[in-house]
């Protein structure tokens, strides 16, 4: 069964430090998303990438956050400086399209000290 | 804005007896609801879904049900099995004015044996 990478698995940093999260979707998949899901909660989209392009960052803190897809694969999201409050699992899903569900990948947890 | 209520937020029941987790949304022009299970410390994983276009779906133990002009959906899982503990997520997909999935807050399940 095809599978979404992501690496790091762990991530500790301290406040203020840069961080960087990479996934690699599942071939085929055009669309990819960046999710952020707090425990307990459901995930939240950050944003979302329809081959390179964006589709959807309205919820992506972009003073700190950024993402990119050059090549319309791989992903990597970055978060600098990292603050204290985002601490959670960072997942990437991808999906053939927007109304088809999707396959995410295993998660980053994030831990800011 | 739009929006996903997932109620309960927790259920517990016997094993073998049946669970259900409803949902509702805001923006009738949603078209795709999409189930997903997290067991602990795990990514979500796709179990069922259901597009606007139909009324019931089911997948052996494990059925969907949508009701367009409430605008609500709903879950059904029979002959409850431990392994079915975990937590579920529902979502709506608008793919009309702009592409958004919305999740609701998540449901866990506790099956007792």
């Known amino acids: 069964e095809a599978e979404v990478a992501q690496s790091p698995r762990y991530k500790i940093t301290e406040k203020s430090q840069a961080v960087a999260f990479w996934c690699d979707p599942i071939?085929?998949?055009?669309?990819l998303y960046w999710y952020r899901q707090i425990l307990g909660q459901g995930p939240e989209l950050l944003v979302q990438f329809q081959d390179e392009s964006v589709v959807d960052d309205s919820q992506l803190p972009k003073d700190r956050f950024s993402a990119e897809r050059l090549k319309g694969v791989d992903s990597t999201l970055k978060i600098q400086p990292a603050e204290l409050g985002d601490s959670a699992m960072y997942l990437c899903?991808?999906?053939?399209?927007?109304?088809?569900?999707?396959?995410f990948g295993s998660g980053t947890r994030l831990t800011v000290v | 804005g739009e929006n996903v209520e997932q109620h309960p937020s927790t259920l517990s029941v016997q094993e073998g007896d049946s669970a259900v987790i409803k949902c509702t949304y805001s923006d009738s022009a949603s078209n795709y609801f999409p189930w997903y299970k997290q067991e602990l410390g795990k990514r979500p994983q796709l179990i069922i879904d259901i597009r606007s276009n139909v009324g019931e779906k089911k997948d052996q133990r494990i059925a969907v049900t949508l009701n367009k002009t409430a605008k609500h959906f709903s879950l059904h899982i029979t002959e409850t099995q431990p392994e079915d503990s975990a937590v579920y997520f529902c979502a709506a997909t608008t793919n009309t004015g702009g592409f958004k999935t919305i999740f609701g807050a998540g449901t866990r399940l506790f099956v007792k044996a």
């Open positions: 899903a991808s999906s053939f399209g927007v109304d088809y569900g999707y396959t």
């Open positions: 071939s085929g998949h055009a669309t």
